[in-house]
T-cell receptor
Framework: GESVGLHLPTLSVQEGDNSIINCAYS??????FIWYKQESGKGPQFIID?????DKRQGQRVTVLLNKTVKHLSLQIAATQPGDSAVYFC?????????????FGKGTKLSVKP | DSGVTQTPKHLITATGQRVTLRCSPR?????VYWYQQSLDQGLQFLIQ???????AKGNILERFSAQQFPDLHSELNLSSLELGDSALYFC???????????FGPGTRLTVT
C-alpha cells in the first residue's frame, strides 16, 4: 500500500535560521501533498499544499518543494521562530484511489532554540 | 481555530464499554473524516462521510462505526473498547477539495 515517511523524527534549529523538513512517499499516483503542523494538545493545522504537477509552491515564510523523480518533498521554513516549534506531518492524497483520505507520515518534531 | 468542533475533549472509560464521539464540521463543509492518532501508528484514516453517506473506509475496526446526520454533524461510535483503543481521535472536514482538510481539536480517549 501507499506509504509516506519522514526522514528525521526530530530537528533542532536556532531561532532565525531556516528549517528544512523532508518527506518521502511511495505512490507516484498521489495528486496532492500537504504539510500539517501539530502543536502540543491541538489538532493538525493545514500549512501548505502542492499539486503533483508542480515543483514548488511558496506561502508566507514557507516553501514546499516536490521532486517526483525521487518521490521526495520538503518543507522549508524561513527565519524559524519559537512559535514554529511543533510536530510537522507530510500527507499524500490520491483522488483516484482513496476518495480523498490523507495518508500521513509519522512526523518530525521541530524544536527551536532561542 | 479551524472551525471544526469536537466533543468531548477527554474521555476516560473502562474496557468493554461503548462511547460516542461527536464532531461538527466547518460551516458549509459536506465532508467529514475521522482519524485515529496513536503514538506507534501515527495518524490513521478511519472513515469519510459526504453529505450523509459513507464515502471511504480506511483501517476502521468492525467494533467502530460512524454516521453523518442531516445537519452534517458526525458521530463516531466505539464499542467493546480495548486498552489499545486509547488514542486521540480527530475529525476533519472539507468542501469539495479533499486535499484541504481542516482538523478539530480532537478527543483524547483513555481506556482503563
Amino acid at each position: 500500500g501507499e506509504s509516506v515517511g519522514l526522514h528525521l523524527p526530530t530537528l533542532s534549529v536556532q531561532e532565525g535560521d531556516n528549517s528544512i523538513i523532508n518527506c518521502a512517499y511511495s505512490n507516484s499516483a498521489s495528486d496532492y501533498f500537504i504539510w500539517y503542523k501539530q502543536e502540543s494538545g491541538k489538532g493538525p493545522q493545514f500549512i501548505i499544499d502542492i499539486r503533483s504537477n508542480m515543483d514548488k509552491r511558496q506561502g508566507q515564510r514557507v516553501t514546499v518543494l516536490l521532486n517526483k523523480t525521487v518521490k521526495h518533498l520538503s518543507l522549508q521554513i524561513a527565519a524559524t521562530q519559537p512559535g514554529d516549534s511543533a510536530v510537522y506531518f507530510c500527507a499524500a492524497l490520491n483522488y483516484g484511489g482513496s476518495q480523498g483520505n490523507l495518508i500521513f507520515g509519522k512526523g518530525t518534531k521541530l524544536s527551536v532554540k532561542p | 481555530d479551524s472551525g471544526v468542533t469536537q466533543t468531548p475533549k477527554h474521555l476516560i472509560t473502562a474496557t468493554g464499554q461503548r462511547v460516542t464521539l461527536r464532531c461538527s464540521p466547518r460551516s458549509g463543509d459536506l465532508s467529514v473524516y475521522w482519524y485515529q492518532q496513536s503514538l506507534d501508528q501515527g495518524l490513521q484514516f478511519l472513515i469519510q462521510y459526504y453529505n450523509g453517506e459513507e464515502r471511504a473506509k480506511g483501517n476502521i475496526l468492525e467494533r467502530f462505526s460512524a454516521q453523518q446526520f442531516p445537519d452534517l454533524h458526525s458521530e463516531l461510535n466505539l464499542s467493546s473498547l480495548e486498552l489499545g483503543d486509547s488514542a486521540l481521535y480527530f475529525c476533519a472536514s472539507s468542501g469539495l477539495a479533499s486535499h484541504e482538510q481542516y482538523f478539530g481539536p480532537g478527543t483524547r480517549l483513555t481506556v482503563t
